[in-house]
């Protein structure tokens, strides 16, 4: 006989419920509710996300075979895939932003004293942005080209404990630079950018703010010297200038003295140019903050391989097929007109399409049974 919480238990009981039911009564999300709350809800979905769940058929084969043991994990209600899927579609998802949010404002204090490499009492964060992509049939509200669709997330991460403090989702038509427009400056804070966020009308917004900026220059940037500062070249450093911008625009965007530095990767061989309105640091330790900017690439690299987004396995395995398929008829140069036929017939599904059932309920949306699937396709459900 097992004694003791569920394992699943014991890491939710960290949760604030509190701090979450004020959420959900601020966005009306039990509004109507009879049964399956929104803590049910996020529940299930935190269940899925923790153990690699596929589908919301998957959640409710998974839960199903242990029911007995809901109530123990927190939930109250009986899980069904429907049930699920309408919440998902219908709730909204401020609540659960906010309570995001919430749990990031309770984690920073915790790392707040961590180093990362650089010897900086300030708050050193990296800006950057990845782009997911999505099916356009199952996220038409996502456009990115003319075959697929795509989200973008742009993340503020702190460095200290490689915790995102800011996070936008956007289509994937939206520039990385137009962000920096949702950002509320930090004074005295460090914000560490690639030269896709190289805007001096913006940039000089974050100087405004008495923040610090760190970026890449671009290879046609107009400036002039007006001091060469003393570097040792035996750490990597080429030079140390302090630059005025010469273009037309960039001049009325950014008037002030910039500080430029040149730097040759003593591993990689590879030399990065830098620009920042910080003077007062050594210029080997600015480019040791640019070198911590990779955090954030090892950040969505983890979410893309450990978070059920993106592409479906079941999207991928037709896609794959249907490949195939094409290669066999071209390479056979006769084929019969009834396997065309037949093809034909599911080929480039819309949304309504039977053979999206699993696909569409796992993100949320409504679905068809799957009895009426066209002849040629095979469907493998997971089970629990």
């Not at 959420?23 to 153990?51: I, N, P, W």
């Not at 356009?136 to 997330?153: C, D, E, G």
């Not at 990385?176 to 949702?182: E, G, R």
């Not at 750490?235 to 530095?261: E, K, M, V």
Request: net charge positive.
């Amino acid at each position: 006989m097992h004694l003791g919480k569920l394992v699943f238990a014991q890491v939710t009981q960290h949760l604030p419920l509190t701090t979450f039911r004020r959420c959900v009564a601020r966005y009306g999300g039990e509004h109507k509710v009879k049964s399956f709350s929104c803590l049910d809800q996020y529940l299930c979905m935190a269940f899925a996300q923790l153990t690699y769940r596929e589908s919301l058929r998957d959640i409710e084969a998974c839960l199903r075979a242990q029911a007995s043991k809901l109530y123990h994990m927190g939930i109250k209600t009986r899980v069904s895939r429907s049930t699920l899927a309408d919440a998902n579609e219908v709730r909204d998802w401020h609540i659960y932003a906010e309570f995001a949010q919430s749990l990031i404002g309770i984690a920073r204090p915790l790392y707040a004293a961590e180093p990362f490499g650089v010897d900086q009492k300030e708050t050193v964060y990296a800006l950057d942005a990845s782009t997911i992509d999505l099916c356009m049939s199952v996220f038409p509200w996502a456009p990115f080209r003319s075959t697929k669709a795509a989200i973008k997330l742009h993340t503020l991460l702190d460095l200290r404990g490689n915790i995102p403090t800011f996070l936008h989702i956007s289509d994937g038509k939206l520039h990385d630079v137009d962000a920096l427009d949702l950002l509320l400056p930090e004074p005295g804070a460090f914000y560490i950018m690639d030269r896709g966020y190289l805007d001096f009308e913006r940039l000089h917004r974050l100087h405004e703010a008495d923040s610090i900026f760190v970026t890449r220059a671009k290879s046609n940037l107009k400036a002039h010297r007006r001091y060469s500062h003393p570097v040792d070249r035996s750490t990597g450093l080429i030079c140390d200038r302090t630059i005025a911008l010469a273009g037309f625009y960039s001049r009325q965007d950014f008037n002030r003295p910039l500080r430029r530095i040149k730097f040759k990767d003593p591993k990689t061989g590879k030399r990065r140019v830098f620009l920042t309105n910080n003077f007062a640091l050594p210029a080997i330790t600015i480019a040791d903050l640019y070198r911590y900017r990779w955090q954030v690439e090892l950040f969505f690299k983890w979410i893309k391989q450990h978070l059920r987004i993106g592409l479906d396995p079941f999207q991928w395995t037709l896609h794959c097929h249907k490949e195939r398929c094409s290669k066999w008829q071209t390479s056979n140069g006769s084929t019969r007109r009834s396997s065309g036929a037949r093809w034909s017939s599911w080929s480039g599904p819309g949304v309504n399409s039977p053979i999206w059932s699993r696909s569409l309920a796992a993100r949320g949306g409504r679905s068809g049974s799957g009895s009426n699937r066209p002849s040629g396709t095979r469907v493998e459900e997971t089970a629990a």
